[in-house]
């Protein structure tokens, strides 16, 4: 069964630095892709950026990065020069061909980003 | 905006109540998938429709039922409610339904609250 797990509850940031939140999962299918999700206080979730298990590069999107590390089985996702905006529950996800695609996700890091 | 829409924003019922939860996918997408968001047991996969048909299932329980419209649009219905389906809702859609990578765009959810 796949499972995703994210060890950190909550995260403090200063705003402008950057931050790393952790993602790992384990999964026996070799085709399958990871995900991060924002989540505001607003409840909406919000694609930020997609890492494909065969990528052999890590996956950039504007200020968010995935660390992709397949041997670790680690997924993080680090976000550059925080901003006050970017305080949110942030989710990391799987899905798998064999699954139907659908999601499996973690449990969830909320982050603050202070002044 | 997601192109996601779901209908209502909040609900509010009695054990042994149903309700339905209407979505409505974006433009061009196939595939609707449903999810719960609550408190003790983080965000589920429910189930999966791929073009009207049943995709793949996950933690639903048998109280609760979906169906895909031949407009694409799909309905959650919860029957013989309890306090613990008091939940957020949230519909996803994407494009296609089985390679591992189907970006889901997700809708702003249904606030479902059981009295």
């Known amino acids: 069964a796949q499972k995703i797990t994210q060890t950190q509850p909550g995260m403090f940031v200063q705003e402008k630095e950057a931050v790393t939140l952790d993602c790992t999962y384990d999964t026996s299918d070799p085709s399958y892709g990871l995900f991060w999700y924002k989540q505001p206080s607003s409840g909406e979730m919000i694609f930020l950026i997609y890492q494909g298990s065969y990528d052999q590069q890590n996956a950039t999107e504007g200020r968010y990065s995935l660390n992709f590390q397949k041997a670790r089985k680690s997924a993080n996702l680090v976000i550059s020069a925080s901003q006050l905006g970017d305080s949110a529950m942030y989710f990391c996800a799987m899905s798998f061909t064999g699954g139907g695609n659908k999601l499996t996700f973690g449990t969830g890091t909320q982050l603050k980003v202070e002044l | 905006d997601s192109g996601v829409t779901q209908t209502p924003k909040h609900l509010i019922t009695a054990t042994g109540q149903r309700v339905t939860l209407r979505c409505s996918p974006r433009s061009g997408d196939l595939s609707v998938y449903w999810y719960q968001q609550s408190l003790d047991q983080g965000l589920q996969f429910l189930i999966q429709y791929y073009n009207g048909e049943e995709r793949a299932k996950g933690n639903i329980l048998e109280r609760f039922s979906a169906q895909q419209f031949p407009d694409l649009h799909s309905e959650l219905n919860l029957s013989s409610l309890e306090l613990g389906d008091s939940a957020l809702y949230f519909c996803?859609?994407?494009?296609?339904?089985?390679?591992?990578?189907?970006?889901?765009?997700f809708g702003p959810g249904t606030r479902l609250t059981v009295l």
């Open positions: 996803a859609s994407s494009v296609g339904a089985r390679s591992s990578y189907n970006e889901q765009f």
